[in-house]
């Protein structure tokens, strides 16, 4: 995937819109455009990095941040109670867009099953 089409990427240099939450130097976190819960966040690098299955050793402070990240946004952007987080990988894992990220959702009332995806 080349970084001049990703749509994150593009998103991470605002070329085209999103409801952002939360930017450092490293991350960006903004509302899924097609949320399935009352909270759905996606946390990225803004790094392209493609998937979980290209990381690589000197990715682990940025990997790492985002857990942290993930945590406080959940609980900032309305599921104190607890959350979930999910990084589909590759076809099996059902990615469709190729730019790492985090899915933070999260609610009101508790998640449905594990697989959500239909
Ligand atoms: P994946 O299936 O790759 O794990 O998740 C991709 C997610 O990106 C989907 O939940 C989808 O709704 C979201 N998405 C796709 N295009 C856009 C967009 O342009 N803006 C935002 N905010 N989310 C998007
Ligand atoms: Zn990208």
């Known amino acids: 995937m080349n970084t001049d089409t990703c749509i994150f990427c593009k998103i991470v240099r605002g070329e085209i819109p999103s409801r952002k939450v939360f930017e450092d130097d490293e991350l960006m976190a903004f509302h899924d455009i097609n949320p399935m819960a009352p909270v759905h966040l996606l946390l990225i690098p803004r790094e392209h990095i493609a998937s979980m299955a290209e990381l690589e050793q000197r990715h682990r402070n940025v990997v790492g941040n985002m857990m942290l ?19 589909n990988t590759g076809r099996i894992g059902r990615q469709d867009v190729y730019h790492l990220h985090m899915h ?11 697989i959500m995806k239909s």
């Open 69 to 87: 990240v993930a945590n406080r946004l959940a609980v900032e952007q309305g599921s104190p109670e607890g959350f979930r987080l999910i990084v």
């Open 104 to 114: 933070v959702i999260g609610g009101a009332s508790p998640l449905p099953g594990m």
